[in-house]
């Protein structure tokens, strides 16, 4: 195995990346349960409906793995693979311009400055010579993004290929009507065999692939998903100052609590972890069905003892008063050490490192390891398949159609290739040199006119690759692999479902008591009301509909 790279002053060509993947984990903090996935059925009665992902294999692409390079250590149980290294020569999965000379554009979201445009960018004349098409992208503040997609669906104003986070998705109402009219079926392109003629299509996943079916047809690419979005990111280098090791048990994470707070000298030990701590004690994310029954998470005694868990937390005052004050700059905190244990999206570990790493070399952090409860298991609450759904305008020529999968099938191209270069990091030479490590460095004109537009336009396997940051690929790589194994049986795998209205609806409600709960601001007491409160408000309707579901679906 390569030996790691050491730390470098790295720059990503934007934040972009990071900031999906905390947004997304984000948005799943905010549902006390899963999101509603995007059904195949119409959804517009708001009683709800679903399909079993299964049933959909004839209108997904084959799979045909793809043979590039091989990862330093593998992922296990469909954990991703670990890079810790660049290869030394990267494998060409597109050696020839595919594209017939079209242009197209392109609406993809972006945090951070917009880059020049076409014709004032040659990092995007690069790529788009490397493709022998033109796609010319027409950036979305990455910050507004659900309210600017809401607008462009609502609008019928959609760009030729068009990115939409799947937790847009499902936020933007009525989609499943909506997406058949804006966007094109791709299924005579890409079910079966015929995604042969993408390979690095065929290469996805099937099961996100299954996420991205509508109606009864293939309309989107997928970005497939890692297993988890939420755990707890602590601050490894700090623990070890205070010659401390790393939790093992809540009452080990309590013990640390108590010893490291220090309000004083400005220093608390924790953010908020709700939702880490439900997994932690064994909470399903939304239903577990035992001896012919439904349960809810709400229901169960494991959330029950993990909501008390976190009010003994508050209520020890171990919490910073920011995050007490519902406040969001809790990664500021935790970078700075003004906490050392925090909730967040998995993907905001390395977006910390490459924001601290080149000003203070021996910043480290670490993703708490995963642990049970009173001598149990964990639970842990995995992704949906997809993150991301990418979409073909309709109403294109059935050849620009191709053009355009030409133009997705090259930014699918995984980790190793020499698209992956082109489309992340540009010309060799021009926007990046290679480090000696063989890691790219963004030049100042790379700094300038790099972006991740191309990236977002597809997904590819998922793995981790931040071969520049110290540690980093190794100890992640061994949490993933140490966690699949928790991950849990959801009686709904495989099946897409459109939840009630009443009972989405009835979560908000519920969630915000639960937080006025754990922060002090009501009784433990109130509890037992709540969960009554939520029943009757859709609880109880949702319950009756996923019992309709497992039944016809044959898993009662």
């Known amino acids: 195995m390569p ?17 999906f ?27 709800g409906s679903a399909s079993e992902a299964t049933s959909l294999d004839g209108l997904i692409p084959t799979y045909i793995p793809f043979e590039g390079v091989s990862p330093d250590i593998p ?23 595919r594209g017939r000379g079209g242009h197209y554009t392109a609406m993809t979201p972006l945090w951070g400055p917009v880059p020049p445009g076409l014709g004032n960018n040659s990092f995007l004349d690069h790529v788009n010579e490397r493709m022998g098409t033109t796609v010319e992208f027409n ?96 601050r490894r280098d700090l623990l070890e100052e205070y010659g401390l090791e790393a939790p093992a048990s809540p009452d080990d994470l309590f013990a640390i609590g108590e010893e490291v707070n220090d309000p004083d000298n400005n220093r608390w030990a924790f953010g908020d972890f709700n939702l ?39 209520d020890a005052g171990l919490v910073h008063p920011d995050i007490v004050a519902k406040g969001d700059n809790a990664k500021e905190l935790l970078n700075s050490g003004q906490i050392l244990f925090n909730q967040d ?9 490459g ?78 040199e290679l480090d000696d490590q063989g890691a790219p460095q963004l030049t100042d004109l790379g700094h300038k006119e790099v972006n991740d537009g191309y990236y977002f336009i597809s997904g590819r396997p998922q793995a981790v690759t931040e071969s520049q940051y110290p540690d980093f690929v190794q100890w992640k790589t061994d ?40 922060r002090g601001r009501e009784g433990l007491d109130q509890l037992d009301q709540a969960v009554a409160d939520w029943r009757r408000d859709g609880g109880d309707e949702g319950r009756e509909f996923y019992l309709e579901v497992l039944g016809e679906h044959g898993r009662d």
């Not at 790691?4 to 990503?12: G, H, K, Y």
């Not at 905390?22 to 708001?46: D, H, K, Q, Y």
């Not at 964990?378 to 109403?395: E, M, T, W, Y």
Request: glycine fraction near 10%; charged fraction near 20%; charge should be negative.
């Open 3 to 19: 030996p790691t790279p050491r730390a470098s002053r790295f720059a990503l060509p934007s934040p972009t990346r990071r900031r």
């Open 139 to 234: 950036f979305q503040d990455g910050n507004t993004v659900i309210d600017k997609m809401n607008a462009v669906i609502a609008g019928r104003d959609v760009a030729d290929i068009t990115m939409i986070p799947d937790w847009v998705v499902n936020l933007i109402p009525q989609f499943n009507r909506a997406v058949g009219e804006l966007f094109e079926d791709l299924t005579p392109h890409l079910a079966g065999d015929a995604a042969a003629a993408y390979p690095l299509l065929a290469n996805l996943d099937s099961d996100a692939w299954r996420w991205n079916v509508f109606n009864g047809k293939l309309q989107g690419v997928p970005w497939p998903a890692e297993p988890f979005g939420n755990w707890v990111l602590y």
């Open 276 to 314: 880490t701590m439900r997994q932690i004690f064994g909470a399903p994310k939304q239903w577990r069905y035992e001896n012919g029954e439904l349960v809810h998470m709400f229901e169960t005694e494991e959330w029950r003892a993990s909501i008390e868990y976190m009010r003994k937390v508050f």
């Open 479 to 518: 949490w993933y692999n140490h966690a699949v194994q928790y991950a849990e049986e959801d009686p709904f795998a495989g099946i897409r479902i459109q939840r009630p209205e009443r009972f989405s609806a009835a979560e908000t409600p519920m969630a915000d008591k639960v937080e006025d709960i754990i």
């Open 75 to 97: 992922g296990v149980g469909g954990a991703p693979d670990g890079f810790t290294a660049y290869p030394t020569e990267f494998v060409p999965a597109v050696p020839e311009p």
């Open 21 to 47: 993947l905390g947004m997304a984990g984000a948005a799943a903090v905010l549902s006390s349960g899963v999101l509603p996935a995007c059904s195949s059925g119409s959804g517009g009665s708001g009683g």
């Open 355 to 432: 924001q601290m790493l080149g000003d203070s070399p021996d910043f480290r952090l670490d993703l708490m390891p995963v642990f049970g409860a009173q001598g149990g298991d964990p639970v842990l609450h995995g992704n949906d398949p997809s993150a991301q759904s990418v979409f073909v305008r309709k109403g294109m020529d059935p050849e620009q159609v191709e053009e355009v999968l030409n133009v997705i099938n090259f930014c699918a191209a995984p980790y190793g290739t020499r698209e992956y270069m082109d489309y992340r990091y540009g010309a060799e030479g021009v926007h990046h």
């Open 345 to 353: 999206g998995i993907g905001a570990w390395h977006e910390a490192y």
